[in-house]
């Protein structure tokens, strides 16, 4: 079954970023985010026309999400290809932002001392989180700030306006609606965005995207994920992984008739939101 072109720009998107090209001149920093487990699909393809000369705070979250192999490789890629430190955090419980809030303040006291130098009063830093849908950015900007200050849940769409929140005397954040190109040409990139819940879901069709999400891990390097993803599935669902990728529709088929009374769609979900959840290991969709 081949997965139907995957297409999503709803309009709160592209007013967004009619309103990111007017708040970028008022910016110092750019804190972008992206998702660990696909952080090439999840890099936005105007972001250095956005950036142009402004500071660039590159963070990778749910650094829980992949293993610790994948995570060094990824590490050593953005530090040698991209020249870029990325910053690896978990939003959701803490880790890593600490760390990040002091490269923020960091990069914020390099600036105003240029703005000393050049006879000006030093200033709150602003920084914008910039980033595709549901990658965690709200949940990174309450982790900051130490209370719950906007809206965030693990579904794509629920920042719908931009928003400036204090961050004591040195940080002010913007907080900003996920941004999509008004057209994703790899599909490859889509479906990974799809899988990993950083698109609405009225982009795709559930059961598509959960069959190629299968084949998809059937094609994963080892270091990729801690165990076999067919040993995981095999065990958790109750039935034996097919080694043909051709028989892995008939084997959601039949783990649908165990656990969701024969209706496939709902076992799609299901399968889809186990991954989501971590349930099914940690597992990088891409590796450099």
Not at 180 to 199: E, F, G, M
Not at 204 to 221: C, Q
Request: charged share 25%; proline share 6%.
């Amino acid at each position: 079954m081949s997965t139907p072109a995957i297409q999503w720009y709803p309009g709160h998107i592209a007013k967004a970023e009619q309103q990111l090209k007017y708040q970028l001149e008022k910016v110092d920093l750019v804190i972008e985010v992206r998702d660990a487990r696909i952080p090439i699909s999840t890099s936005h393809p105007h972001l250095d026309r956005w950036i142009q000369n402004k500071k660039h705070l590159l963070v990778i979250n749910r650094r829980d999400m992949i293993t610790p192999e994948a995570m060094k490789a990824w590490d050593e890629w953005f530090r040698h290809e991209t020249l870029l430190q990325p910053w690896w955090c978990d939003a959701k419980s803490g880790t890593g932002t600490k760390q990040l809030l002091q490269a923020a303040i960091k990069a914020g006291s390099q600036l105003n001392q240029r703005r000393m130098r050049r006879g000006m009063r030093p200033r709150a830093v602003r920084a914008l989180t910039l980033g595709f849908p549901n990658v965690g950015k709200s949940a990174l900007i309450n982790r900051l700030v130490g209370q719950k200050v906007v809206a965030s849940a693990r579904k794509a769409g629920v920042t719908r306006s931009l928003r400036w929140v204090r961050l004591g005397k040195e940080l002010d954040l913007l907080d900003a609606p996920g941004v999509l190109p008004p057209r994703l040409d790899n599909q490859k990139a889509a479906l990974r965005l799809a899988v990993c819940d950083d698109i609405g879901q009225a982009a795709y069709d559930v059961e598509s995207v959960a069959l190629a999400f299968l084949n998809l891990l059937s094609s994963l390097p080892e270091r990729s994920f801690k165990g076999a993803p067919q040993v995981v599935l095999g065990n958790r669902y109750g039935a034996p992984y097919p080694q043909e990728s051709d028989q892995v529709h008939q084997w959601l088929i039949q783990v649908a008739a165990t656990h969701t009374s024969g209706d496939t769609a709902r076992m799609a979900q299901r399968l889809l939101d186990d991954f989501r959840k971590t349930l099914l290991g940690a597992i990088s969709l891409e590796l450099p």
